[in-house]
C-alpha cells in the first residue's frame, strides 16, 4: 500500500495516493470511547452517544477536507469508514445523505470480521480494491477519483483521509 516516489513498476503498484490527512479531537467527547491494555488485550468501552457524536460532527471534517477540491457531495466519493459498528454506519449515512452502496465495503468487512479496531480500514481498502478488480472498474474507488477513508478512536479523535484512486 506505501509506494516511495520511484517505485519499480515491474513489483510495485500503488492502489491509493494518500493526498492530506487531518485529525481532530470532537467536542464534548471526553471518556466516550475508553481504551486500556488487559490480560486479554487491547479492550474498547463505548458510551452509547458515540455513533451521535460523530454523525454529529462529521461534515465539518468532510468539508475541511474537500472544501480545497471543490467536493461537498458526499455520494460522489468512494469511503472507507471505520465500522465500529452498526449503529454508527447507520447515522453516518443518514447524516450525510449516503446512498446505501457507498458503505458496502465497510458493511462487508464488519459482517465477515466485526470490529478489528484500526486493521478494518486496511481490510476495506483491500476489499474495495478486489470488488473493483472483479466488476472490471476503472479506479481502486469504485470508479470514482476521489475518496475519504473516515476512522475514530479513543479521545474521541477522528482522522480524515482525502485518498485519490489509481487507474487499475
Excluded at 18 to 29: E, K, Y
Excluded at 82 to 99: F, T
Excluded at 133 to 150: H, I, K, P, Q, R
Excluded at 162 to 167: G, P, Q
Aim: aromatic fraction near 6%; glycine fraction near 10%; include cysteine.
Amino acid at each position: 500500500m506505501i509506494i516511495g516516489a520511484d517505485p519499480i513498476p515491474e513489483i510495485e503498484k500503488p492502489i491509493f495516493e494518500l493526498v492530506s490527512a487531518a485529525q481532530t479531537i470532537l467536542p464534548d467527547s471526553e471518556g466516550a470511547i475508553d481504551g486500556h491494555l488487559r490480560e486479554v488485550g487491547l479492550t474498547f468501552h463505548l458510551l452509547k452517544d458515540v455513533p451521535g457524536l460523530i454523525s454529529k460532527n462529521i461534515d465539518k471534517s468532510l468539508t475541511e477536507a474537500f472544501k480545497p477540491l471543490g467536493i461537498s457531495d458526499w455520494n460522489s466519493i468512494f469511503w472507507i469508514a471505520h465500522p465500529g459498528g452498526p449503529a454508527i454506519l447507520d447515522q453516518v449515512e443518514a447524516k450525510c445523505g449516503l446512498k446505501p452502496e457507498k458503505l458496502r465495503a465497510t458493511r462487508h468487512v464488519l459482517s465477515e470480521y466485526g470490529n478489528m479496531s484500526s486493521a478494518c480500514v486496511l481490510f476495506i481498502l483491500d476489499e474495495m480494491r478486489r470488488k473493483c478488480a472483479e466488476d472490471c472498474l476503472n479506479t481502486t474507488g469504485e470508479g470514482l477519483e476521489w475518496g475519504v477513508l473516515f476512522g475514530f478512536g479513543p479521545g474521541l479523535s477522528v482522522e480524515t483521509v482525502v485518498l485519490h484512486s489509481v487507474a487499475i
